[in-house]
């Protein structure tokens, strides 16, 4: 989702402007996530997982639809937000039966995590391409760290996964927002916001595994 390309100057909008697009585009990606969480919360984990695959499919065709049609572009992201939220519904049922009081917990720790940081990337000055270069290997670096825990006991190894992550999507939280002030193509408003629907819903993933005592379980 990181692209020098998303930072060239378009037809010189407001910033007020970009921003109440991304946000009302973000707001209802999340809702459709919502929808497709509550259509999913029945199904099997298999066909959360095609519905994983499917959505980040529609995310990539999202790249390609930018500059010809923001109308696809907007149809895909809401297509994306939707499939999101039919291949987490899995999981969110589980943290539903089991221990609820997890998710509100994960969903105002998120709130305050987002609101913070989000303010932070919007109002920095300083250049934080350095900051995405880090946060992106360090992501790698993660995804690695999650499969090799898979077949070696590694104590607290949830633990240690949410903790990154959430240090990981930090940076990623930061940049967003300052690409979201300093962008003036109205025609990135879809990718931004699914930019930072993918950092709101990582971090809450995170905060959901430590809140559910995930780590107990090593």
Do not use: C
Not at 40 to 53: L, N, Q, S, Y
Not at 80 to 88: E, H, I, P, S
Not at 95 to 123: C, E, H, M, N, R
Not at 186 to 200: E, K, W, Y
Request: hydrophobic share 55%; proline share 2%.
């Amino acid at each position: 989702m990181y692209d020098s390309t998303m930072t060239r100057r378009g037809y010189g909008i407001s910033t007020n402007t970009l921003f109440a697009r991304t946000m009302a585009y973000v707001a209802a990606t999340a809702a459709l996530f919502a929808l497709g969480a509550y259509i999913g919360r029945d199904i099997a984990h298999g066909a959360g997982f095609i519905a994983f695959i499917a959505a980040f499919a529609a995310l990539i065709a999202m790249r390609f639809t930018a500059a010809r049609s923001p109308q696809a572009t907007v149809a895909l992201l809401g297509a994306f937000g939707l499939l999101m939220g039919v291949a987490t519904a899995p999981t969110l049922v589980y943290y539903a039966t089991t221990d609820p009081k997890a998710l509100w917990q994960a969903g105002a720790a998120t709130a305050l995590f987002i609101g913070v940081l989000g303010s932070v990337g919007y109002a920095t000055e300083r250049d934080l391409s350095g900051v995405a270069r880090a946060s992106f290997w360090a992501l790698v670096a993660l995804l690695v760290f999650g499969i090799v825990a898979i077949f070696v006991n590694i104590p607290h190894s949830s633990v240690i996964y949410s903790v990154a992550g959430l240090v990981i999507f930090a940076g990623f939280t930061v940049v967003d927002f300052q690409r979201l002030r300093r962008t003036q193509n109205i025609a990135s408003a879809p990718l931004l916001a699914a930019s930072i629907f993918l950092d709101i819903l990582n971090v809450f993933l995170f905060f959901l595994s430590l809140f559910g005592g995930g780590g107990r379980r090593n």
